[in-house]
Nanobody
């Protein structure tokens, strides 16, 4: 059974940092994405990484967030620095079960999703 288990969310003051982890079990994946959803808003792309660690970021987090992966541990990370109140959301890890090495920004292209972890940034 495939599972994505996220951890690392919490409450932090503006300017602080958090690191989210997403551990995959049941199989390996070429591509992962992180998405977030704030109350009353649609789910939005945050970052993505492919098998060879090529990365992509939303403009809103570029320079502050960093996505990485440890293939030996089947885990992907999202390091979030200089957090802002507008980063407050539920963050979701997603995995693409396809064979391509393109890590897309489109949520519908991902096959598996984690349960989400809450990130709250206070001002």
């Amino acid at each position: 059974q495939v599972q994505l288990i996220e951890s690392g969310g919490g409450l932090v003051q503006a300017g602080g940092s958090l690191r989210l982890s997403c551990a995959a079990s049941g199989r390996t994946f070429n591509n992962y994405g992180w998405f977030r959803q704030a109350p009353g808003k649609e789910r939005e792309f945050v970052a993505a990484i492919n098998r060879i660690a090529s990365t992509d970021y939303a403009d809103s987090v570029k320079g502050r967030f960093s996505i990485s992966r440890d293939n030996a541990k089947n885990t992907v990370y999202l390091q979030m620095n200089s957090l802002k109140p507008e980063d407050t959301a539920v963050y979701y890890c997603a995995a693409d079960a396809g064979s391509s090495w393109y890590a897309t920004r489109v949520p519908g292209q991902y096959d598996y999703w984690g349960q989400g972890t809450q990130v709250t940034v206070s001002s």
